[in-house]
């Protein structure tokens, strides 16, 4: 009953509410088949810890056997294990309670003794990594001696001392993020608003978090400079699969593969830059009529027929007429 | 408590609009950038009767979508003068408003200036604002009220914060379909087969297993491949496609994995199942030890023989090639769907010197597998080959029932360009046919 009974029954109720809807929007059904389709989706998530749980169970005995090509094994395993590393967001667990400090001090040795000091501060930002990008009220502190690039830490910047009409003190605001080389950044962000009287001096340290998960620099750098790579070669590969597959298959053996050839033949020279220089001659034409025609009337046909073999098995699933995926009888 | 809150909100919105004092909308230049509001600032006017104010909306129209589930009214509207070149001011954007079913009979509202209702921000709720794309344009917005009633819309031309000419329409309801009209070919595909099914099942019963299957030499040929691998002391490589598991080729190739499981099993010899979905994996691993049991021979299945590879395509194709190259398997059948990675397994296969049997329905790969393999199953026959294997009637019922309905697709075929060629000079009529048969093509 367990066994055979239940999943047909299973099978029998979802494949029914998946169909009906499609066909009757009342009552709920669209809602209620989406509902299940999102069962399938969590199914599917947890089904991902199965197929890591088999990765390690398939290849760690052979790197423990030392069985041949375990070194490859051993590659794989590391690089997942890294992968899934960077992939976490660990930077949240370790992330300061305080992502920065500020000290203030009345007097700064800068301005001591100078007319500025009537009127200015100094704002020091140090601690953090040398290329991220202060700004000081919305206004990015720049290098001097380069040109549109951020000032490099420690960094010292003199500020305005002004106060509003009641007579305070306008605060500066001091935002230090990396935002300025890359993206996505690879700190957080720290923002803080000092009060500053004229002639004194705030020393910023942040202590930013270096960003890791889906969205950190390690995982693209992965992604990026290792994995993107490796994917475009083995696309490539797929050039010489080509011709050496169609050497084989245009070989000229009987009748059958004569005509394979001879259209395969038109089908190329309409198809390279030469073809098209031909395009108002008959050769032109008939390549043309051949993907045209018969072409499309052969995949429709298989296409169709594809179709109904899919509605078929469709219907012997859910009728409970298939069962050999339950053992059969 | 949410009611409460909105409450307090709009109390404080009409505060600030009394301390902000009367400003009529229609102050050209101080508003021409302002975005459209709802409720209104105070004093605003609707435009109607005012001159200058941009005319209505044309053609206004509000109704529930065909064959809908009971949650949406379709809003339709043209242009408004005022979007014409040279109108001033501008129609930049349209304010789509619909009656609060709290205000009262909806019937009360037509024909009334929504600006003198009072309290006139409780009378409408804004649905949304949409931009104004140039004169001559039709525009279109479907609204989800949460309740099921009737509603009146009205659609303001706005020049900025400006109020043009309000047009009403209305009531107009949620309409609940039981039936969705738009798919009735393919209900009518699904009974056409199921009663097909149902008469072959019948006469299936009546004469027992002798129904005429034609012969496909790709599943003739598995019994002698897997043979193949027994004699040569290698494994059977199976790759089920890189499909996820609600795919019907992915489906029939698991329901074919059965059938290889069971032959592998008694032959005593091996198979290798590397998959690129994890769930496809947990599946075929049943599936295969379900083979090994029917088989009698549980204690030979391997569950490490069927393993996840990765769900990244070419990291998959290149993790099962490795296996094909060091594993050295005498059979490959690659049975389900497949992309770009058909040809670069299928040439490798052939590399390795193994006898080949792939089958698929994708159009653009079988090409690949005909050119690589040494058996191809085409389209339609993948969804057959389970009950070609099993040969039991009520599997065969369908195949039948398939071949039948394909007669029945030619003849339908033959009327269509029958009617097609005969009405050529007629697209009337060749759009009738293509209306009755594919609504919405």
Known sequence: ?329 | MSETVAKLVKSAMFALILVAGPASALAEGEAADAEPQWPPPEGATSGAGVAGAPGPVGNLSAGAPKYDDGSAIDIKWTASAGEAEGASPKVTSYLVLRSNPKTGPVADLIGKDPMTLAPRADAFTMVKVVPATGAGSEYSLRDQPAKKTRFVYMVFPMAGAVYGRPALVGPASTDTAYWNGHHWLVALTVLIMGVLIAYFLGQAKKRGKEMYIRRIAGIDAMDEAIGRATEMGRPVLYVPGVEEIQDLQTIASILILGHVAETVAKYGAEIKVPCMIPLVMAISEEVVREGFVRAGHPDAHKPRNIMFISSEQFAFTAGTNGIIIRDKPATNIYLGRFFAESLMLAETGYINRSIQIAGTAEITQLPFFIAACDYTIIGEELFAVSAYLSREPRLLSSLKATDYFKALLILFIVFGTVWMTYFHSDPARQAAFMDLFFPGS
């Open chain 1, 1 to 329: 009953m367990m066994k055979k009974t239940l999943p047909l029954l299973l099978t029998f109720f979802v494949g029914v509410v998946g169909a009906m809807g499609y066909f009757v929007p009342a009552g709920g059904m669209t809602k209620l088949s989406s509902t299940l389709n999102d069962f399938g989706i969590i199914i599917a998530a947890v089904a991902f810890v199965l197929g890591g749980i088999n990765i390690v169970q398939v290849n760690i005995p052979i790197v423990v056997r030392r069985r041949p090509d375990w070194g490859y094994k051993l590659v794989m395993l590391l690089s997942a294990v890294a992968v899934l590393l960077v992939g976490f967001r660990l930077h949240e667990f370790w992330a300061p309670a305080q992502k920065g400090t500020v000290a203030v001090s009345p007097v700064s040795d800068l301005l001591v003794g100078t007319p500025e000091a009537a009127d200015t501060a100094i704002i020091v930002v140090d601690g953090a990594p040398r290329d991220l990008l202060v700004k000081i009220d919305g206004k990015a502190v720049l290098d001097p001696a380069r040109p549109g690039e951020p000032a490099r830490m420690p960094l010292r910047a003199r500020v305005l001392v002004e106060k509003d009409a009641a007579g305070n003190v306008i605060p500066h605001v001091v935002n230090v993020s990396d935002t300025a080389r890359t993206t996505p950044p690879r700190y957080d962000e720290y923002e803080v608003s000092i009060s500053l009287v004229a002639g004194g001096e705030a020393t910023v340290k942040p202590k930013l978090t270096y960003l890791l998960g889906p969205e950190g620099q390690p995982y693209l750098w992965l992604f990026n400079y290792i994995f993107a790579p490796c994917n475009a070669t083995m696309f490539a590969l797929l050039a010489f699969f080509i011709t050496s597959a169609a050497f084989r298959a245009f070989r000229l053996r009987n009748v059958e593969s004569g005509l394979l050839l001879g259209a395969a033949m038109l089908v190329m020279m309409g198809t390279i830059p030469l073809g098209a220089e031909l395009s108002q001659t008959w050769l032109y034409r008939l390549q043309e009529w051949i993907l045209s025609v018969p072409t499309v009337a052969g995949r429709r046909a298989i296409m169709m027929g594809a179709a109904l073999g899919a509605v078929a098995i469709g219907l012997r699933v859910i009728l409970g007429l298939e069962r050999s995926h339950l053992g059969g009888d």
